[in-house]
């Protein structure tokens, strides 16, 4: 059993930055697929980028070349780097283990999920 706890959400300026961690514990994240995933009020939650066991990344285009996932194994934690924040990145933020070893945009496919951590963008 994977247990995850994400944190870093805040208040930050457009155009600034923040960092997520997904904190695990309970097993080794070592042998899973994480994501984030965010849910804006009033929005269907939005995939955003995900990191495989292999350390092979992916993300939505509403994120691609400012946002990085990375992944500090001793450490049992996935990162996900924001940068030049947008109003519109307003939302919950939530990570989460896939069953299987590959990055995945499917949310049927993951498995353990974190509670979320708020990230206020203003303007």
């Known amino acids: 059993q994977v247990q995850l706890q994400a944190s870093g959400g805040g208040l930050a300026q457009a155009g600034g930055s923040l960092r997520l961690s997904c904190a695990a514990s309970g097993s080794t994240l070592d042998p899973y697929a994480i994501g984030w995933s965010r849910q804006a009020p009033g929005k269907e939650r939005e995939w955003v980028s995900c990191?495989?066991?292999?350390?092979?990344?992916r993300y939505a285009d509403s994120v691609k070349g400012r946002f990085t996932i990375s992944r500090d194994k001793p450490k049992n934690t996935v990162y996900l780097q924001m940068n030049f924040l947008k109003t519109e990145d307003t939302a919950v933020y939530s990570c989460?283990?896939?069953?299987?070893?590959?990055?995945?945009?499917?949310?049927?496919?993951?498995?353990?999920w974190g509670q979320g951590t708020l990230v206020t963008v203003s303007s």
């Open positions: 990191i495989s066991a292999g350390d092979g990344t």
């Open positions: 989460a283990a896939a069953r299987s070893s590959v990055s995945t945009s499917n949310p049927l496919m993951y498995i353990y």
